[in-house]
T-cell receptor, first 114, second 112 residues
Framework: GAGVSQSPSNKVTEKGKDVELRCDPISGHTALYWYRQSLGQGLEFLIY????????KSGLPSDRFSAERTGGSVSTLTIQRTQQEDSAVYLC????????????FGPGTRLTVT | DAKTTQPPSMDCAEGRAANLPCNHS???????VYWYRQIHSQGPQYIIHGLKNNETNEMASLIITEDRKSSTLILPHATLRDTAVYYCIVRPDSGGYQKVTFGIGTKLQVIP
């Protein structure tokens, strides 16, 4: 079946502009995660959505970052007033709940802030 | 605040077994050990997971020590396509909040 998809695959933006990154999780997966991966680094947790519960935003690096998940499905990560240090690959993952489960990752969006 | 420690890098000859260690000395009784790998420029891919018994699937084997404080991922016959960063994580089982923290992983280089 279809996996996790993300769009755009690449985004180049000028410093100070806002960007929106989209994630379409696997149908039926109630858990959704956003991570950030800078060049040569591990995965940095950003935010986690689980069903209708309040999201865990503890990983968001600043108030310029926000995320929404509409209808328990599609999620959008928004970065306002982008800075050069925001340049990274942004990865989305989804998972089922109820029992041990694996995360399924999307291909990521490579964001470059010039 | 990753709960696992792994060597930053390892080399393995093509065709030989790759044994990737992971320490998780503070693992709780209800936490599973999961392994993922990330091939260059791709999203991480699930490999295998286990609680206390050894596990095997088409990709790899997972050996967990009896005290569960460490584990080893085994790729029985490494190929060049197995060159990747391998992440070991621990996570609780069913229900509730399941935040996952990835460390920096082990960069495995398979050498021809």
């Amino acid at each position: 079946g279809a996996g996790v998809s993300q769009s755009p695959s690449n985004k180049v933006t000028e410093k100070g502009k806002d960007v929106e990154l989209r994630c379409d999780p696997i149908s039926g997966h109630t858990a959704l995660y956003w991570y950030r991966q800078s060049l040569g680094q591990g995965l940095e947790f950003l935010i986690y959505f689980q069903g209708n519960s309040a999201p865990d935003k503890s990983g968001l690096p600043s108030d310029r970052f926000s995320a929404e998940r509409t209808g328990g499905s599609v999620s959008t990560l928004t970065i306002q007033r982008t800075q050069q240090e925001d340049s990274a690959v942004y990865l989305c993952a989804s998972a089922k709940t109820g029992g041990p489960y694996e995360q399924y990752f999307g291909p990521g969006t490579r964001l470059t802030v010039t | 605040d990753a709960k696992t420690t792994q060597p930053p890098s390892m080399d393995c000859a093509e065709g030989r077994a790759a044994n990737l260690p992971c320490n998780h000395s503070t693992i709780s009784g209800n936490e599973y050990v999961y392994w993922y790998r990330q091939i260059h420029s791709q999203g991480p891919q699930y490999i295998i997971h286990g609680l206390k018994n050894n596990e095997t699937n088409e990709m790899a084997s997972l050996i967990i020590t009896e005290d569960r404080k460490s584990s080893t991922l085994i790729l029985p016959h490494a190929t060049l396509r197995d060159t990747a960063v391998y992440y070991c994580i621990v996570r609780p089982d069913s229900g509730g909040y399941q935040k996952v923290t990835f460390g920096i992983g082990t960069k495995l280089q398979v050498i021809p």
